[in-house]
């Protein structure tokens, strides 16, 4: 498979990947602490809750797309090679949207770790 | 941070490094997919390893998302990422992948990362509620 044909994969992967992280850390903002929440109201309750929230959906919904790309993306080349390169330009692509979209206040120590993270990610791509 | 919440992050990464190699090992059997043959995905779901790779990334998940629900998509992404240490060293061990002295750099680097973000607060308090509580602070 031609090395376009496999950044395009990895793209797709980042792009759906990253609105479905920051639709599902909304979400999860939203609904609170799940441990608290099954000690108080029990397992069944959680479920319920979750799954009753659209945007914890939609964001499973983008999770998915991300899932079945990063299968194909796995049949073009290695997992040594795909997951790290996807998940490096993700935490590039998160630290960004959590601060727009969820008002995350990612200070120095938070974006030194991304690039960091990131950094290590594209060397074991290597 | 208590130990639970520690365990849920640790969890998270063995759960996701477990299903990654899964994964890479049953798409292995199929050769490359494209949109001719793209129905070769419907037979990978029946396959073994696929399967535990599916099951894994249930585990993942499921952790995954109570962590975002006690902190900050920006505090769990790099504090798990020691998963693709993990992931590295599975792939040289079950699928024979080569892990040179580049791979150990980067792995180092994940690991400082890691410890940056994992020594930080997790979650990020909203304005309106830091304004909240300071004159409660004054008063005591």
């Known amino acids: 498979m031609s090395t376009l044909a496999v950044w395009s994969g990895i793209a797709t992967i980042v792009v759906t990947a990253t609105a479905g992280d920051i639709l599902q850390a909304g979400a999860m903002k939203n609904i609170g ?41 796995l049949s073009w080349e290695n997992v040594s090679v795909v997951g790290p390169a996807s998940a490096s330009l993700t935490f590039i692509g998160n630290a960004f949207a959590a601060r727009i979209f969820l008002k ?5 120590r938070r974006w030194l770790a991304a690039l960091f993270v990131a950094g290590g990610v594209v060397l074991l791509a290597r | ?27 292995r059997d199929f050769g490359a997919v494209t949109a001719s043959n793209w129905h070769l995905l419907l037979g990978a779901i029946a396959d073994p390893w696929i399967i535990a790779g599916i099951c894994f990334l249930i585990g993942f998940f ?79």
């Not at chain 2, 941070?1 to 798409?27: H, P």
């Not at chain 2, 798990?80 to 750099?105: D, P």
Request: proline share 3%.
């Open chain 2, 62 to 140: 499921c952790t995954y998302i109570t962590a975002l629900s006690w902190a900050d998509l920006t505090y769990v992404l790099p504090a798990t990422a020691i998963s693709y240490v993990f992931m590295a060293l599975l792939a040289r061990i079950f699928l024979h992948e080569n892990v040179t002295l580049v791979h150990w750099v980067g792995i180092g680097l994940i690991t400082a990362g890691v410890g940056f973000v994992a020594t930080g607060p997790s979650l990020t308090v909203p304005d309106d509620a830091a304004l909240n509580r300071r004159p409660n602070r004054e008063d005591v």
């Open chain 1, 104 to 108: 995350e206040r990612v200070d120095h």
């Open chain 1, 33 to 73: 602490d799940l441990g608290q929440l099954r000690q108080s109201s029990g397992t069944l309750a959680v479920v319920r809750r979750v799954a009753s929230n659209s945007r914890f959906m939609l964001g499973l919904l983008f999770m998915a797309l991300a899932f079945f790309s990063l299968l194909v993306t």
């Open chain 2, 1 to 27: 941070m208590t130990a639970r919440k520690y365990l849920v992050l640790l969890a998270v990464v063995i759960f996701g490094s477990c299903g990654d190699v899964c994964l890479g090992r049953g798409m």
